[in-house]
């Protein structure tokens, strides 16, 4: 073969190789490109899933603090309404006074603290309007010292004279054992829309 003709031959098979190797060598890059791409696509994905999945724990535990917040300030909106309902009736013991059956239930009340009490002297306080009434009841008692007392607006109060015992009669004494069958009541009716 003449000197000319391999030169060619060679040529043509050095470009045919060459031609060969860039084909491959694009194609390699081309595969680890898109494989480059997927890698990020993944990756991305990945850290977006990530990232949501932090925003819905955030926005979760954001919603959790919101709805004990919101249930502390209607608790507290609660409390504070029966405080008010509270200190309304407090307000209104001295009215029960003027009800009728008053005289009878407060003469039951001063025999129920004498009977408590037993035969110890006894002292017992009552509402200054109220103290005549009291002195008017037949106890049968000479030991019995009765005080009226301003802080006291309905109802009674007995002391052993010695200190040891008390009982209490008051209206203010029983709303406040009533409060919170009171409030359970008022808490249900402001529910209901009463």
Same mark, same amino acid.
């Given at each position: 073969? /003449? ?5 060619? *031959?060679?040529?043509?098979? =050095? ?6 190797? &860039?084909?491959?060598?694009?194609? =390699? ?23 949501? $999945?932090?925003? %819905? %724990? ?11 917040? =919101? ?28 009800? /009728? ?13 004498? +009977?408590? &009490? ?5 002292? &017992? %306080?009552?509402?200054?309007? +109220? $103290? ?9 008692? =000479? +030991? ?9 607006? *309905? ?26 069958? &009171? ?12």
């Amino acid at each position: 073969m /003449p000197l000319a003709e391999l030169i060619s *031959a060679l040529e043509r098979d =050095a470009g045919a190789a060459a031609e060969a190797e &860039l084909r491959q060598a694009r194609e =390699a890059t081309e595969r680890m490109h898109l494989a480059t791409q997927a890698d990020i696509a993944q990756r991305t994905a990945g850290a977006v899933t990530a990232h949501e $999945a932090a925003l %819905r %724990r955030e926005a979760e535990k954001a919603l959790v603090v919101s709805r004990r917040e =919101a249930q502390r300030k209607m608790l507290e909106a609660r409390h504070q309404l029966l405080e008010r309902v509270f200190v309304a009736a407090r307000t209104m013991l001295p009215a029960t006074r003027a009800q /009728p059956g008053y005289a009878a239930a407060l003469g039951k009340d001063v025999r129920d603290v004498l +009977d408590c &009490l037993g035969e110890r002297g006894v002292v &017992l %306080r009552c509402a200054p309007d +109220d $103290a005549a009434a009291v002195r008017a009841l037949d106890t049968g008692r =000479a +030991d019995l010292v009765i005080e009226p007392d301003p802080a006291i607006a *309905a109802g009674v109060l007995g002391l052993a004279a010695d200190g040891s015992v008390v009982v209490d009669r008051s209206l203010a004494s029983r709303l406040e054992m009533m409060r919170p069958r &009171l409030a359970i009541e008022v808490v249900r009716r402001l529910e209901e829309g009463g």
